[in-house]
T-cell receptor, first 115, second 113 residues
């Protein structure tokens, strides 16, 4: 069965410092993985996706994630946090069920960015 | 360039009342989805429609019904609302049932007293 574990429910960084949001997944086959961001009172926006091509995936707003099969991890990073990065981030794995792609969401990590 | 539009944005109901949440997409997508978001649990799939004319249960379908009115619209109905259905509801769409990513609306915040 597929599952996603986000290791930190809250992360707090100072503006200009690096961001690391951790995600581990469980999948019985080679998965497709995603990171979504949700700003307050908004829907989810796709940051980036991994679909078995390059293991280092670059997304929008300077974010990137590295797929590490040996560690079953897909951590999200950004070299320098900006105040506008404050939001909730979801790591997501797809699941095949009945010939259809369903998304399995992690519980989310809330990122706070301080001046 | 609206994408996925949900109405209403907020709603308060009393236990036992009924309500329909509306969703429309303008991207000519075939597949549409309804999720609920609860604190600490991410999003869970309620129902989905792989294509016009078809609907299927997701992870948490009990207490809900859906209608795929046409290719653009996918509604979610609560026939007899319960406090456990207090949540934020998101509609999403994708080009096809095997296609990623999904595009999300801004959500409907529903409180049931």
């Amino acid at each position: 069965a597929q599952s996603v574990t986000q290791l930190d429910s809250h992360v707090s960084v100072s503006e200009g410092t690096p961001v690391l949001l951790r995600c581990n997944y469980s999948s019985s086959y080679s998965p497709s993985l995603f990171w979504y961001v949700q700003h307050p009172n908004k829907g989810l926006q796709l940051l980036l996706k991994y679909t078995s091509a390059a293991t280092l995936v670059k997304g929008i707003n300077g974010f990137e994630a590295e797929f590490k099969k040996s560690e079953t991890s897909f951590h999200l990073t950004k070299p320098s946090a900006h105040m506008s990065d404050a939001a909730e981030y979801f790591c997501v794995v797809n699941m095949f069920s009945g010939g259809y792609n369903k998304l399995i969401f992690g519980a989310g990590t809330r990122l706070a960015v301080h001046p | 360039n609206a994408g996925v539009t949900q109405t209403p944005k907020f709603q308060v109901l009393k236990t036992g009342q009924s309500m329909t949440l509306q969703c429309a997409q303008d991207m000519n997508h075939n597949s549409m989805y309804w999720y609920r978001q609860d604190p600490g649990m991410g999003l869970r799939l309620i129902y989905y429609s792989a294509s016009e004319g078809t609907t299927d249960k997701g992870e948490v379908p009990n207490g809900y019904n859906v209608s795929r009115l046409n290719k653009r619209e996918f509604s979610l109905r609560l026939e007899s609302a319960a406090p456990s259905q207090t949540s934020v509801y998101f509609c999403a769409s994708s080009e096809g049932r095997e296609t990623q990513p999904q595009h999300f609306g801004d959500g409907t915040r529903l409180s049931i007293l």
